[in-house]
Nanobody
């Protein structure tokens, strides 16, 4: 069984930064892609950033490109999302996920999900 546990959410002013962490445990060898999604109230869950576990290739949604950085620590089996220059529209619950399809950008391409971390950006 695979478990993902997020941490690092919180409240920050516009222009500020936060870093989310996602610790992954269990049989994850075949889940080659790790991703971050977010869901604001009344909206669909949307892709934010992804990383290919072996090799480290990264990819981003246009809305966060240049502001957010996804990274990984292989030894700790942990994925990070560094969020800079935060905007009020970044407010959402952020979820980390693990999946089998490289460069997946839709929720259905991910098999395992964390419980979510609230990020609130005040104006």
């Amino acid at each position: 069984q695979v478990q993902l546990v997020e941490s690092g959410g919180g409240l920050v002013q516009a222009g500020g930064s936060l870093r989310l962490s996602c610790a992954v445990s269990g049989r994850t060898a075949s889940a080659s892609t790790r991703g971050w999604f977010r869901q604001a109230p009344g909206k669909e869950r949307e892709f934010v950033a992804g990383i290919i576990w072996n090799g480290g290739s990264t990819y981003y949604a246009n809305s966060v490109k240049g502001r957010f950085t996804i990274s990984r620590d292989n030894a700790k089996n942990t994925v990070y999302l560094q969020m800079n220059s935060l905007k009020p529209e970044d407010t959402a619950v952020y979820y980390c996920a693990a999946g089998f399809r490289p460069f997946g950008t839709t929720p259905m391409e991910y098999a395992y999900w964390g419980q979510g971390a609230q990020v609130t950006v005040s104006s």
